[in-house]
């Protein structure tokens, strides 16, 4: 049939089973956007406040969904305001098909009114990107950027889209997409030497990833980790790829990770890495990292391997094959006596809780307050800073999907936007959002689209008035020179929800955290929960930037 | 080990490819000294061949983000003794009739040949593997170089073996 450049978006877009896309109008996409008014039965778009918020939003989505996120802007500065959410979604391995418009092609190259190169500027932080310059090439190109989004390890592509390209009509015939499987590429010697490895081990531990995330390899995980006894240590990005609940579960690993996971790591034998990639935030010393174990890494992506740490052994393909594959090699084993020891070394990590304070409520009381009155099917949300590591440390995750944090890149401003994709992309599920006052003054804006549609999205506000996180490195590495991290701003965010038309509430101190969150999760409308911290609360454990559990922080001040 | 190692990518040649590649190569951190691209002589592909400077770790985290590279399909090291990897360089010498003659002997044992005599210069031409060029050009050197240009390398592996198989 003959389908203007739109109507193939939009078609192209049904035939990937795409029901909601995120995004925000504008000159060059007005083609775009009339198609999607023609397509409004079929295709939920969902406006945002800025585009920053509608690439997050589409994040967010496929975060909690594992399907490819969409989102729209366009030319000029709307595609130039997505580059901090498609960078985020590149840095986490996430899923994410962007369309941009830009000038009709005989504009382009000419410095004409909102035209940028985004292929460009977004070449770095996309897995692929491309300008469609002929409508006939349209529909091949967005079939295929969904497949380089989906495909190995997952992540963000750009299509550009000149406006002319939108408007021109071309022979337009449906396509199915056709599901490949990712192949194994590692043999089965290398199964069997790295089966060896692991019956050999004496004190084996599992680092995981959010790779296990990505690849829906949970199942597949448990069973690997109960048949070889291995304790299990995580990544943020990992969480809720293995129950906290386990009892092979220790916690997150790294520079706010728990003391077992530090002296775990220190400690072991064999360390199986599992869709993790070894990050500085995790692997603070490369040279020391599991200085005593030998390390197993298995990974779709064959580029991790021997990226940040050298490997021993390495199983290459997705980790739903590779961990079931290597659990066939493996003995079943037990491990009682490294796993009692790992408990052992998880006492000292139950962290003590400050003294009560008529002024300020404590965050960790705050989210487990939360936790009691969430389910597990619940959504959590973070931004980033100090907030997001307490929720990394204390938050039960049960299952996976349930959790959206900028990892990588340490988005601040990202949480709102994902909590808005988090709740289009699952009605009926609770999604929670914690968020600090820095953050949240980042891209607060949102609160426009969780009102306008009426996403129920609790947000708390763990406000301590002060950006918390680098004020917390002031205090340890920079003589306590608060620059510009005290910002002490007066911020009423009760008082500014409610301008926004969403609910605001306060809390003052712990006494009060259960009603006014018992009355929050009451209500099925959107509420921001405005809660005062301290500002001298830390994150503690604390292991200094490129060093190692020997050298971890557990007291300050 | 740190050493020089040929590396020969075979490429979708899409526009900006060159531009992703070397993108890369900087975002990385990646040492060449040298890249060359050229069509491959099969319909819609280029040839890439480079030169790196590395540990064989280096090397194989190369090959493995250059393979990252969508329109990237084919990315091999070129084992030194078994390939052979040439260059061209055009190289213009300061010269008067008193060293003119020196000059055309000393550069015929490179095999390089006269292609321009200027009224103070001479220019040449010569090819050969990267260590006798660099060879040539020391040697011309006392003589004063004005400008030179070299094309990169350019490398095959011997035998019936193809990059593309």
């Not at chain 1, 190169?117 to 079939?143: E, M, Q, Y």
């Not at chain 1, 599992?206 to 995330?213: D, E």
């Not at chain 2, 040929?6 to 190569?25: D, F, Y």
Request: with cysteine.
């Amino acid at each position: 049939m003959q389908l203007n450049g739109s109507e193939i978006i939009a078609e192209c877009l049904l035939e990937q089973g795409v029901d909601t896309v995120f995004g925000y109008p504008g000159g060059a996409v007005l083609n775009i956007y009339d198609a999607l008014y023609k397509y409004s039965d079929r295709i939920t778009h969902i406006l945002s406040s800025h585009e920053q918020g509608a690439a997050h939003a589409a994040d967010g989505y496929a975060r909690t969904t594992g399907k490819c996120g969409v989102v729209i802007a366009t030319s000029g500065p709307g595609a130039t305001n997505l580059v901090t959410g498609i960078a985020t979604a590149f840095m986490d391995s996430i899923p994410m098909v962007a369309i941009t418009g830009n000038v009709s092609n005989d504009l382009l190259a000419r410095d004409s009114f909102q035209e940028v190169d985004i292929c460009g500027i977004t070449l770095p932080v996309t897995k692929h990107n491309f300008i469609v310059k002929n409508v006939n090439d349209l529909a091949n190109v967005i079939r295929k950027a969904f497949r380089i989004a989906m495909s190995g390890r997952k992540g963000p592509v750009l299509i550009d889209i000149p406006k002319d390209v939108t408007g021109a009509v071309c022979e337009y015939t449906p396509e199915t997409p056709v599901e490949t499987a990712e192949p194994v590429l590692s043999e089965d010697s290398e199964f069997q030497a790295a089966a060896n490895a692991i019956n050999n081990a004496k004190r084996p531990m599992i680092y995981m990833g959010g790779g296990v995330v990505s690849s829906d390899a949970e199942k597949q995980l448990l069973a690997f980790a109960e048949k070889t006894d291995c304790p299990v240590a995580t990544s943020i990005m990992g969480l809720g790829g293995f129950p906290s609940s386990h009892r092979l579960f220790m916690g997150t690993i790294g520079m706010h990770g728990g003391y077992e996971t530090g002296k775990a790591t220190d400690n072991c034998d064999l360390i199986i890495t599992v869709g993790a990639r070894f990050s500085d935030r995790v692997a603070g010393d490369r040279e020391k990292f599991g200085k005593n174990a030998a390390i197993i890494q298995l990974d779709i992506d064959k580029a991790e391997i021997n990226k940040n740490v050298r490997t021993d052994y390495s199983l290459v393909g997705d980790l739903k094959d590779t961990l079931a594959k290597l659990t066939e090699y493996v003995d079943e084993i037990k491990h009682d006596e490294w796993n009692a020891q790992v408990n052992e070394w998880a006492k000292k990590s139950e962290v003590t809780e400050t003294p009560e304070s008529e002024d300020y409520a404590h965050p960790y009381h705050i989210i487990e307050a939360v936790r009691a009155l969430t389910d597990d099917d619940d959504i959590i949300v973070t931004d980033v800073g100090q907030h997001q590591m307490w929720v990394s440390q204390k938050y039960r995750f049960e299952k996976p999907r349930r959790w959206c944090t900028s990892g990588g890149l340490g988005t601040m401003g990202y949480g709102l936007g994902a909590a808005v994709g988090s709740a289009a992309a699952n009605p009926g599920k609770r999604v929670v959002l914690f968020t600090g006052d820095g953050s949240f003054h980042m891209n607060l804006n949102e609160l426009a689209t969780v009102r306008s549609y009426d996403l129920p999205i609790i947000i708390v506000v763990l406000n301590n008035t002060v950006l918390g996180m680098v004020r917390q490195w002031q205090k340890l590495f920079y003589g306590r020179r608060f620059s510009q991290t005290d910002p002490h701003r007066k911020t009423d965010f009760a008082a500014v929800a409610e301008a926004f038309g969403v609910r605001g509430m306060r809390i003052k101190n712990d006494d009060d955290a259960e009603e006014v969150l018992k009355a929050a999760f009451a209500s099925k409308e959107p509420v921001v929960i405005d809660c005062r911290i301290s500002p001298d609360e830390n994150v503690l454990p604390m292991i200094p930037p490129g060093k190692t559990v020997d050298d971890m922080i557990t007291e300050m001040e | 080990m740190e050493n020089k190692q040929i590396i020969s990518l075979l490429a979708h040649n899409h526009p900006g490819v060159l531009l992703r590649i070397t993108s890369l190569i900087s975002r990385r951190g990646f040492n060449i000294d040298s890249l060359t691209a050229s069509p491959a002589g099969i319909e819609g592909f280029s040839r890439l061949t480079v030169r790196l400077s590395g540990d064989d770790d280096k090397v194989e985290q190369f090959i493995n983000q250059m393979l990252k590279i969508v329109d990237v399909k084919k990315a091999e090291v070129l084992p030194e003794e078994s390939s052979v990897a040439m260059e061209l360089i055009l190289i213009k010498v300061n010269s008067d009739s008193s060293n003119k003659n020196d000059i055309i002997a000393l550069t015929s044992t490179y095999h390089a040949s006269l292609v321009n005599l200027g009224e103070r210069s001479l220019t040449f031409r010569a090819s050969g593997t990267p260590s006798q060029i660099d060879a040539l050009i020391e040697e011309l050197s006392p003589f004063g170089i004005l400008e030179m240009a070299r094309t990169g390398i350019a490398a095959l592996e011997n035998g019936d073996n193809c990059l593309a198989d």
